[in-house]
């Protein structure tokens, strides 16, 4: 990993995240990212990274904006940096966190995109369930939608995570947190099927676990995955762009919310650290009962 200007504490900061918080890889890269970036414009701008002052980091997060930075992007960026500093002031490296002087402007967060009910149920009735390929297809879908799983999640499972007669199913989410999801009697029988009639296509050695796999006998990959279900989109008649592995999870979040579900439950199925970002489905729903409100009540329009 290249090294950067800020005395060697940043690496300390990738280890702590690493070791002590068990964020992933893909995020210790993209923290790292920022954290060179930033320290090669405190350099440029002839700033001193640890005595930062909040107008230095407006002036920073304005010329990331000038680079064609994202809302979204500066706002992983400035978390990275947010990290990075708690980090230092703890470790009693640094008196003042910067980030703490900094009153980021607000930032409308864009709804998540999701399926009606009857787009899922086209989708999953897409597999040609009379040969092993489509028992596992419908399988994937069925515990994706079913259970609101990550991508990786779904690719990942193993024989043994799939508890049929509790009706759960386990995961390994971001941070390899273990938790436990219900799962559904559609869900819960075609992965018995599949198992049962389809597997032993895929699985060349005895010994592998993991349930889903390909022609050769492993374990498949997110962007297969992502691609096999844009495929039976168009196939169901949606069109390619509204869907995504992702959005088959904002769906089951989303559908659950509209069935009166409680928040916290469904924080804990998807996994999430903080409810706030589970309540970002809350204002889906508003939006949904807003739309009907304006559409059918005979006090909506003058």
Known sequence: MERVRLGGWELDYLEYLRVELGRSDRTIRSYSADLRQFDTWCADANVNPLDLRASDLRSWLGWLEQQGCSGRTRARKLSALRGFYRRLVASGRVEVDPTELLKA???????????SWDEVERILAQPNVEGPSGLRD???LEVAYGCGLRVSEVISLQLGDI????GFVRCFGKGSKERL???GDEAAHWITRYVER???AFALDST????????????LTRQWFAKLLKRYATDAGIPRSRVSPHVLRHSFATHLLEADADLRAVQAMLGHSRIA???VYTHVDRARL????ERHHPRAHS
């Open 277 to 279: 970002t589970t309540e």
């Open 290 to 293: 807003k739309l009907v409100y």
């Open 208 to 219: 592998e676990q993991t349930i889903f796999l390909g022609r050769r006998g492993r374990p």
């Open 105 to 115: 402007r607000e930032r409308t967060r864009p709804l998540p995109k999701t399926l």
């Open 198 to 200: 389809g597997r032993d």
């Open 138 to 140: 419908r399988a994937m």
């Open 163 to 166: 508890d049929e007669e509790e």
């Open 181 to 183: 999801v219900p799962i």
